[in-house]
Nanobody, 121 residues
Framework: QVQLIESGGGLVQAGDSLRLACAPS????MGWFRQAPGKEREFVAG????????EYEDSVLGRFTISRDDAKNTVSLQMNSLKPDDTAVYYC??????????????????WGQGTQVTVSS
């Protein structure tokens, strides 16, 4: 069993930036999901095992960037131009089976405990 540890959440104003980090990430395809109150968990971004392919949910495309640093054994999510609609608990996830990013949470094997991101207007 792998325990993923997230960091970097917080309370910011609309238009601000935050950077989330998650470890460990080496040897896994990694993804970020989020869940707002009363809503289902949704895919935010994913990065392939080798870091060459990334995918994003449409509403964050151009604002969020996922990256991985295998030397540091971490994956990051840089979030710019944050909006109140981005408010949610953010989870990182790791997949053992898949190399390319997947958008279904059932395709991931390990999860972090979640970190709260709150964006005020």
């Amino acid at each position: 069993q792998v325990q993923l540890i997230e960091s970097g959440g917080g309370l910011v104003q609309a238009g601000d930036s935050l950077r989330l980090a998650c470890a460990p990430s080496r040897n896994y395809m990694m993804g970020w999901f989020r869940q707002a109150p009363g809503k289902e968990r949704e895919f935010v971004a994913g990065i392939s095992l080798r870091g060459s392919i990334s995918e994003y949910e449409d509403s964050v495309l151009g604002r969020f960037t996922i990256s991985r640093d295998d030397a540091k054994n971490t994956v990051s999510l840089q979030m710019n131009s944050l909006k109140p609609d981005d408010t949610a608990v953010y989870y990182c996830a790791a997949s053992v089976l898949y190399n390319r990013p997947k958008r279904l949470f059932t395709d991931y094997d390990y999860w972090g405990q979640g970190t709260q991101v709150t964006v005020s207007s």
